[in-house]
């Protein structure tokens, strides 16, 4: 099973002229990363609520092996603190993402650093997230109003849906915290924060995605040759044991992470 590299959102000022070539247009900025590379995180997701026709924009100027991962809301993750928060997942649904069809990759559900384990309103949110494409249309036609005029509940091809969850609490260390994602097959994000938030590497679905925000300070810097061998090295080995690995580089505010993911997917590919 091929890995999927890619970075964390792809429209950056700093990139252009250097990673993007000069003069080119701010509408081919992600063809031109699906030429380079095998997947992308959308960011946007996690601001606001999409449009549809945003959704289906993006999938028409990227090749079929390309793919998706998707940053879920943060009025769920951040201003709901995960609590009743079934109308806001179904208004998130119904923003366009099942367009994306068989191209959707995980979704990326990030907690806030203050955001201690509490076992209750984790187990609830779990069992919310839709694991097929037809459950998820299910749960988006009730949406309300905020989407009315804009959803999109088709489901054209109904696919297997994964998620993964991001902690940045030192108490998600805990066995029962794992236990309980592995119970919901939800995967616990490998998060390499230069140190500012814990990094988890317990194993708990057949997902493993790794974000890589930067080795010495937070969203800056590149990673060295060594570095990037070293991942290569754990990527192969969850590679050998059956997972499905996904890595996306948001070290972005130096221009270095398209050309990291480029160099870490020559590694895993032989060039």
Known sequence: MPVHVGVSGWSYTRWRGDFYPEGLPRRR??????????????????????????????????????????????????????????????????????????????????????MSYDAEPLDAFLRLLPRSSAEAAELAAEHDERVADRAWIDVPVDVPLRHVLEPRHPSFASPEAHDLLRAHGVGMVVSDSAGVFPMFEVVTSDVVYVRLHGPRRLYHGGYSGLQLDRWAERITGWQAEGCDVWVFFDNDADGRAPYDAVGLSSRLTGG
């Not at 095998?38 to 100027?61: C, D, H, K, M």
């Open 29 to 114: 900025e992600l063809e031109h990363i699906a030429e380079k590379l095998a997947a992308v995180e959308i960011n946007a997701t996690f601001y606001r609520l999409q449009r549809p026709s945003t959704f289906a924009q993006w999938r028409s100027q990227t090749p079929e092996r390309f793919r998706f991962a998707l940053k879920g809301s943060r009025y769920i993750t951040h201003l709901r603190s995960l609590r009743g928060c079934r109308t806001p997942m179904a208004n998130f649904l119904a923003s366009g993402p099942l367009l994306l069809g068989d191209r959707l990759g995980p979704f990326l559900w990030q907690l806030p650093a203050w």
